[in-house]
């Protein structure tokens, strides 16, 4: 929903005539955002939670956002430290429980999905579904075709066996290389971890790809966007699929 009127939403909502909203806004019945709203030309944004003498009303539709996540920030709810995707997005998504789909590092830079839909969210997250993510890490040491086959046949780690993975080599350099990674499942460090396993520790981290989803041309870190119904469609196919790769 792009902005609405205030009177037309409430109309829309089929919970009173256009003429019968006015009056409900000028009698003070309705609140955006827990605010008295007096002015029925008001706009209504996604994501704002309108009553109607106290009865949520209107749009509360599950919601599905893109955000581009900076590094620094924590991949949380809020944090009483630190600052977290949250408090870079409009608080209506916090009202509205729209959550991050799993987590990325303080320090990884990149693709976030961000829902109130906990049954999608859900699925997003079953290695099972093989929901493939795309990374691009820059490592310190020269990658080279056996760390390519570690990724292709699993590397067990101290407390888990990370599943076959695919490392493309885009640059290799006798200080650093760049690998492209693909993964299925999202364990805590796991892609710093398996490059840690094959000797090379990574010095950035940036999720390109989630699924079906990149981050679009033009998108800067700490930007979101609300995602279309083409993009939703494509990102439940992708749970729905045996294999999706990013
Ligand atoms: N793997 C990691 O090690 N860190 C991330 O943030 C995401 C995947």
């Known amino acids: 929903m792009s902005a609405v009127r205030l009177d037309k939403y409430l109309a829309q909502s089929g919970q009173r005539t256009r003429s019968e909203a006015v009056r409900a806004v000028r009698a003070g019945q309705v609140r955006v955002n827990d605010v008295i709203a007096r ?36 991949t949380a709810a809020r944090d009483s430290h630190a600052q977290t995707v949250m408090d870079l997005l409009p608080e209506a998504l916090s009202r509205r429980k729209v959550l991050p ?11 976030l999905i961000l829902t109130n839909d906990g049954t999608l969210a859900h699925s997003l997250l079953d290695p ?39 490392l493309a080599i885009l640059e290799a350099g006798d200080e650093t290389s760049i690998g492209e990674v693909l993964v299925r499942e999202g364990k805590f460090h796991q892609v710093k971890r398996m490059f ?16 079906p989803l990149t981050i679009p041309e033009g998108m800067q ?19 729905a699929s045996e294999e999706t790769h990013a």
Do not use: N
Not at 45 to 50: A, E, I, P, R, S
Not at 131 to 140: C, H, L, S
Not at 200 to 209: D, S
């Open 39 to 74: 002015d029925p030309a008001a706009k209504v944004k996604d994501g704002d939670v309108v009553t109607l003498m106290g009865e949520v009303i209107g749009d509360d539709a599950l919601q599905y956002y893109l955000f581009y996540k900076p590094s620094g920030v924590l």
């Open 128 to 166: 099972k579904r093989h929901v493939w993510k795309r990374y691009i890490a820059r490592v310190e040491g020269r990658l080279d075709e056996s760390d390519v086959r570690a990724f292709e046949e699993g590397i067990q780690l101290s407390d888990f066996e990370a599943k076959p993975a695919k």
């Open 196 to 211: 840690g396993a094959c000797g090379h520790e990574v010095l950035t981290l940036h999720r390109a790809a989630f699924g």
């Open 221 to 239: 870190p700490g930007d979101h966007i609300k995602l279309t119904d083409e993009q939703l469609s494509l990102l439940r196919a992708a749970v």
């Open 101 to 111: 789909v799993g987590r990325l590092d303080k320090d990884t830079t990149g693709l």
